[in-house]
C-alpha cells in the first residue's frame, strides 16, 4: 500500500493551496482518510478527517477555512486549504484507514507527507 500527497508549496498569508492524496495497492476496504500536520517542535496533530460515510471533523484552528474532500471510488481525499496563515506551515501528512484482507483489522497507512510554508 502507498498514499502519495502533492500539492505543498510556498504560499503568502492569506492565500490558498489545495493538497491531494491517492492510496494505491492491494487493500479490500478504506474506512477513512485524514490529512495530519507537524509543525517543527510540535507533535502531529489531526486537521481533517472524512469517514467513508461521508462524516467530516476538524481542528478547531482549521474550521471554516480548510476544506477535505474524497473520492471513495478513487481512493482519494483532497484538502483545500483558504485563508492560509503562518502558523499553518508545517508538513502534511496524508493518512488512510485501510483494510488489507477480508478478516484482517483496519490499519493506518501514512504518506511521505509534504511541506506547507505559509509566510507573512
Known amino acids: 500500500v502507498q498514499l502519495q500527497a502533492s500539492g505543498g508549496g510556498l504560499v503568502q498569508a492569506g492565500g490558498s493551496l489545495r493538497l491531494s492524496c491517492v492510496a494505491s495497492?492491494?487493500?479490500?476496504?478504506?474506512?477513512?482518510m485524514a490529512w495530519y500536520r507537524q509543525a517543527p517542535g510540535k507533535e502531529r496533530e489531526l486537521v481533517a478527517a472524512?469517514?467513508?460515510?461521508?462524516?467530516?471533523r476538524y481542528a478547531d484552528s482549521v474550521e471554516g477555512r480548510f476544506f477535505i474532500s474524497r473520492d471513495g471510488a478513487k481512493n482519494t481525499v483532497a484538502l483545500q486549504m483558504n485563508s492560509l496563515k503562518p502558523e499553518d506551515t508545517a508538513i502534511y501528512y496524508c493518512?488512510?484507514?485501510?483494510?488489507?484482507?477480508?478478516?484482517?483489522?483496519?490499519?493506518?497507512?501514512w504518506g511521505q507527507g509534504t511541506l506547507v510554508t505559509v509566510s507573512s
Open positions: 495497492g492491494s487493500f479490500v476496504s478504506n474506512n477513512g
Open positions: 472524512v469517514t467513508s460515510g461521508g462524516n467530516k
Open positions: 493518512n488512510a484507514n485501510l483494510r488489507r484482507a477480508w478478516g484482517r483489522d483496519f490499519t493506518d497507512y
